[in-house]
């Protein structure tokens, strides 16, 4: 059984820091390449980054240079790490496994995080 869980969101103020993990289990994580995804309330889901199985990394306009994806296989996690925080980053924040070879693709149920003074 895949599972993705998403752990670390809250309440943080603006210009505050947060770092989001997600556990995932039941899967090969290291062939795995690795979403972080959001979704503010009224608007639809928006890619935040990616780091690939091999490590590389990528991210939206929006939060480049604020935001750093990370992972470690040997934990089977991958990591938000969120500083200088806005309240346009209110959002659900949401996992994603993806692998093209096996045609698979995996979801969190998501953690909260507001930005709010």
């Known amino acids: 059984q895949v599972q993705l869980v998403e752990s670390g969101g809250g309440l943080v103020h603006p210009g505050g820091s947060l770092r989001l993990s997600c556990s995932a289990s039941?899967?090969?994580?290291?062939?795995?390449?690795m979403y972080w995804y959001r979704q503010a309330p009224g608007k639809q889901r928006e890619l935040v980054g990616c780091?690939?199985?091999?490590?590389?990394?990528s991210y939206a306009d929006s939060v480049k240079g604020r935001f750093t994806i990370s992972r470690d296989n040997a934990k089977n996690a991958v990591y938000l790490q969120m500083n200088s925080l806005k309240h346009e980053d209110t959002a659900v924040y949401y996992c994603?496994?993806?692998?093209?070879?096996?045609?698979?693709?995996?979801w969190g149920q998501g953690t909260q995080v507001t930005v709010s003074s």
């Open positions: 780091i690939t199985n091999g490590g590389s990394l």
């Open positions: 039941g899967i090969i994580f290291r062939i795995y390449d």
């Open positions: 994603n496994a993806k692998n093209t070879v096996f045609r698979s693709d995996f």
